[in-house]
């Protein structure tokens, strides 16, 4: 299993691009989540998915959308970028055995916005 | 609002020390509490988590002990190695309203700040 992939590693966008950052996992997770990770802040919820077709928003949705239109896939969509927004996203997916909630997280899409 | 609050921010310690890293929750709603340890160009990956029915839990040389009265938790390494040396995330789960087409029902986790263990040789 590759476990959970993310593509790419790294992005530079200038102010006002968009563009997705891909997430996919071969584990037949069903729960998915975007997290962003910035010094001194921990990570932090942007979007989270509990099946094909489900998904809610969390804690810092805002400029950020999402899709799940398969268990395998979470994209995240950067609809219009800003500097505020580079960081380090991670996705991660779980499932819940009963009711324990590890989450298994990819590697990472570092990016910087000018 | 951060609703995990993690201390220290950086902590060294010397092979073979114990390393104590704290935290403090307000939402009582929570109902899972996981330590994470993260790698430099890493993703986090679970160390260790426990319940809030228990009081301490202990995977080798990881305890985590829990204190619901105080709504704190920390994590306990001990024997610490150099290899220990990671950024140490505590996070807590509160139920989600949110349930999938099997009617399963996930969380959302809330992390602290984390904190940067350096375990000299």
């Known amino acids: 299993n590759a476990g959970v992939t993310q593509t790419p590693k790294f992005q530079v966008l200038k102010t006002g691009q968009s563009m997705t950052l891909q997430c996919a996992q071969d584990?037949?997770?069903?729960?998915m989540s975007w997290y962003r990770q910035d010094p001194g802040m921990g990570l932090r919820l942007i979007h989270y998915?509990?099946?094909?077709?489900?998904?809610d928003q969390g804690e810092v949705p805002n400029g950020y959308n999402v899709s799940r239109s398969t268990t395998e896939d979470f994209p995240l969509r950067l609809l219009s970028a800003a500097p505020s927004q580079t960081s380090v996203y991670f996705c991660?997916?779980?499932?819940?055995?009963?009711?324990?909630?590890?989450?298994?997280f990819g590697p990472g899409t570092r990016l910087t916005v000018t | 609002q951060q609703q995990v609050k993690q201390s220290p921010q950086s902590l060294i310690v010397q092979k073979g020390g114990i390393s104590i890293i704290n935290c403090a929750y307000e939402?009582?709603?929570?109902?899972?509490f996981p330590w994470y340890q993260q790698f430099p160009g890493k993703g986090p990956a679970l160390l260790i988590a426990?319940?809030?029915?228990?009081s301490e839990k202990k995977e080798g040389r990881f305890t985590i002990s829990f204190n619901k009265s105080a709504k704190q938790f920390s994590l306990h390494i001990m024997d610490s190695q150099p290899g220990d040396s990671a950024t140490y995330f505590c996070?807590?789960?509160?139920?989600?309203?949110?349930?999938?087409?099997?009617?399963?029902?996930?969380?959302?986790?809330?992390f602290g700040q984390g904190t940067i263990l350096t375990v000299h040789p």
């Open positions: 991660a997916s779980s499932y819940s055995v009963a009711n324990s909630y590890e989450q298994y």
């Open positions: 584990m037949n997770h069903e729960y």
């Open positions: 998915s509990v099946g094909a077709g489900i998904t």
């Open positions: 939402n009582t709603a929570f109902d899972y």
């Open positions: 426990i319940r809030p029915d228990v």
């Open positions: 996070a807590a789960n509160r139920p989600s309203n949110l349930n999938n087409a099997g009617g399963t029902s996930y969380g959302k986790l809330t």
